[in-house]
Antibody, heavy 120, light 114 residues
Framework: QVQLQESGPGLVKPSQTLSLTCTVS??????????WSWIRQPAGKGLEWIGR???????NYNPSLKSRVTISVDTSKNQFSLKLSSVTAADTAVYFC????????????WGQGTLVTVSS | DIVMTQSPDSLAVSLGERATINCKSS????????????LAWYQQKPGQPPKLLIY???TRESGVPDRFSGSGSGTDFTLTISSLQAEDVAVYYC??????????FGPGTKVDIK
């Protein structure tokens, strides 16, 4: 059973860069036709898709965040990461990592989520 | 961008009764080459990540109770809970995965017990 776990600072100052890592266990991040995504959810609000990466390195980003987002993968550590630059209070949210698949196009496996607060 | 809307925002249903949630996309999510609707439904309970219920608009994920069903095509979709159970209290989201590079979610529908 694949498991995903987010990690990273819970507090980031405005204008700084938010950095999170998702560690995948129970399977190799490189195996299968999967993509690895970040999705966020402000408190009491809906889900916002941030982007995805294939282990080939191909990425897709939400156009509204594209100028600030970088998603990368480290197959040797079975991890993928999110960097979001120039953060503001509007970036405060629970950040989820998830695995998607082209065969179903949807997200079956999710991390538990990590709360990131942007505040000075 | 494909915009997803859901209705109602919330609903309260008696135990054992039917709950119906609607999802509408601003453009078709039906891919003509494979006749598949690129739409999924998720259930989210407080403090938990979303749980995949339905994909390809009507395919139930393994282990999901058969009281959950999805229907619709093109731009209009429905999630039906045929007999509401107490454990079904949650927020339900639809999501389109037709439009790369942006997969969008609906705003959610909260389901409660009447």
């Amino acid at each position: 059973q694949v498991q995903l776990q987010e990690s990273g600072p819970g507090l980031v100052k405005p204008s700084q860069t938010l950095s999170l890592t998702c560690t995948v266990s129970g399977g190799s991040i490189s195996s299968g036709s999967y993509y690895w995504s970040w999705i966020r959810q402000p408190a009491g609000k809906g889900l916002e898709w941030i982007g995805r990466i294939y282990t080939s390195g191909n990425t897709n980003y939400n156009p509204s965040l594209k100028s600030r987002v970088t998603i990368s993968v480290d197959t040797s550590k079975n991890q993928f990461s999110l960097k979001l630059s120039s953060v503001t209070a509007a970036d405060t949210a629970v950040y989820f990592c998830a695995r998607g698949t082209d065969s179903s196009g949807s997200y079956l496996f999710w991390g538990q989520g990590t709360l990131v607060t942007v505040s000075s | 961008d494909i915009v997803m809307t859901q209705s109602p925002d919330s609903l309260a249903v008696s135990l054992g009764e039917r709950a119906t949630i609607n999802c509408k996309s601003s453009q078709s999510v039906l891919y003509s080459s494979n006749n598949k609707n690129y739409l999924a439904w998720y259930q989210q309970k407080p403090g938990q990540p979303p749980k995949l219920l339905i994909y390809w608009a009507s395919t139930r994920e393994s282990g999901v109770p058969d009281r959950f069903s999805g229907s619709g095509s093109g731009t209009d979709f429905t999630l039906t809970i045929s007999s509401l159970q107490a454990e079904d209290v949650a927020v339900y989201y639809c999501q389109q995965y037709y439009s790369t590079p942006l997969f969008t979610f609906g705003p959610g529908t909260k389901v409660d017990i009447k």
